[in-house]
Nanobody, 123 residues
Framework: QVQLVESGGGLVQAGGSLRLSCAASGRTSTSYAVGWFRQAAGKEREFVATISWSGGSTYYADSVKGRFTTSRDNAKNTVYLQMNSLKPEDTAVYYC????????????????WGQGTQVTVSS
C-alpha cells in the first residue's frame, strides 16, 4: 500500500501560482503512477493531471494544459503540481492518488488517495 499526504494549498489571487506536494510512504519501491484530481464544491471529482513512475509520461486536462505542470522526485518519494496563471475556476480541493502500473485518468483507476488540500483563487 501507499500512503499519500498533500500539502501546499492556500489562498492566492487570480494570476498567481501555487505548488502542491504529494508525499508518499509505504510500498514506494514498486513503480506507481500518480494522478492529480480536484473537486469543487457541489461538483464531481475531476481529473487534472497524471505522471508515470519515470516522469517521462505526463498528461493534463484541457482546462489546465499550459498552466499546470506535474513532476516527481522518486528519491524523495514526492510528486509536485506546479500551478501557474491560476483562475477562480481552479478553486477546489486537490487530491493526489496513486496506482501501481501505468498512468490513469479516472478516479476508479486509483486505489490510494491523499486527504486533499484546499486551493482558493480569488478574483
Amino acid at each position: 500500500q501507499v500512503q499519500l499526504v498533500e500539502s501546499g494549498g492556500g489562498l492566492v489571487q487570480a494570476g498567481g501560482s501555487l505548488r502542491l506536494s504529494c508525499a508518499a510512504s509505504g510500498r514506494t519501491s514498486t513503480s506507481y503512477a500518480v494522478g492529480w484530481f480536484r473537486q469543487a464544491a457541489g461538483k464531481e471529482r475531476e481529473f487534472v493531471a497524471t505522471i508515470s513512475w519515470s516522469g517521462g509520461s505526463t498528461y493534463y486536462a484541457d482546462s489546465v494544459k499550459g498552466r499546470f505542470t506535474t513532476s516527481r522526485d522518486n528519491a524523495k518519494n514526492t510528486v509536485y503540481l506546479q500551478m501557474n496563471s491560476l483562475k477562480p475556476e481552479d478553486t477546489a480541493v486537490y487530491y493526489c492518488a496513486a496506482r501501481y502500473g501505468t498512468n490513469g485518468y479516472d478516479t476508479r483507476e486509483y486505489a490510494y488517495w491523499g486527504q486533499g488540500t484546499q486551493v482558493t483563487v480569488s478574483s
